[in-house]
Antibody, heavy 115, light 108 residues
């Protein structure tokens, strides 16, 4: 059974950094594109970043471009999101999701940015 | 960027009724790369429909999608109690994915 499990969330300081991870199992991870999607408390879904299966194509939303970096390690079946220069508006649940049509999702990890 | 506008914002219906949710795009979504998701409180979203009209795995056939170009519809033929949730449309045509703002389907 396919499973995506996010980790690394928590309290981050404004201007600080956090690194999120997403561990995949039950699927040939290296075959699939991956995304990060976030949801601020009580709000809708916002796409954050995309990475192709080989890591050669990467896209970001304008709201995180230049601050966040998506990466993957296919040998470890893992996806990452390095979040720098954190802002209060980055507070959200962060989900990893497989494929461009977001076929499967993890349960999310909560990031709170506050001093 | 393709902007997706969903209507209505909230839909109040009773179990057994038919639900029709709309998603309008600011420009044509080529190849009908349009998906619908259901999200229940405290849960991750779940893919219902992709390619505008193809049901995802294990999605009941009371859910159907239609439309093309800029106008898309999600229809739930007969509402079950578990269908009351928030629904989002999403385009994956462009490299930068976008979502609609969601439609809340509530029990009348």
């Amino acid at each position: 059974e396919e499973q995506l499990v996010e980790s690394g969330g928590g309290l981050g300081q404004p201007g600080g950094s956090l690194r999120l991870s997403c561990a995949a199992s039950g699927v040939t991870f290296s075959n699939y594109e991956m995304n990060w999607v976030r949801q601020a408390p009580g709000k809708g879904l916002e796409w954050v970043a995309y990475i192709s299966n080989t890591g050669t194509s990467i896209y970001y939303s304008d709201s995180v471009k230049g601050r966040f970096t998506i990466s993957r390690d296919n040998a470890k079946n893992s996806l990452y999101l390095q979040m720098n220069s954190l802002r209060a508006e980055d507070t959200a649940i962060y989900f990893c999701a497989r494929d461009r049509k977001l076929v499967s999702w993890g349960q999310g990890t909560l990031v709170t940015v506050s001093s | 960027e393709i902007v997706l506008t969903q209507s209505p914002g909230t839909l109040s219906l009773s179990p057994g009724e038919r639900a029709t949710l709309s998603c309008r795009a600011s420009q044509s979504v080529t190849s009908n790369y349009l998906a619908w998701y259901q999200q229940k409180r405290g849960q991750a979203p779940r893919l219902l429909i992709y390619g505008a009209s193809s049901r995802a795995t294990v999605i009941p056939d009371r859910f159907s999608g239609s439309g093309s170009g800029t106008d898309f519809t999600l229809t739930i033929s007969r509402l079950e109690p578990e269908d009351f949730a928030v629904y989002y449309c999403q385009q994956y045509d462009k490299p930068t994915i976008t979502f609609g703002q969601g439609t809340r389907l509530e029990i009348k």
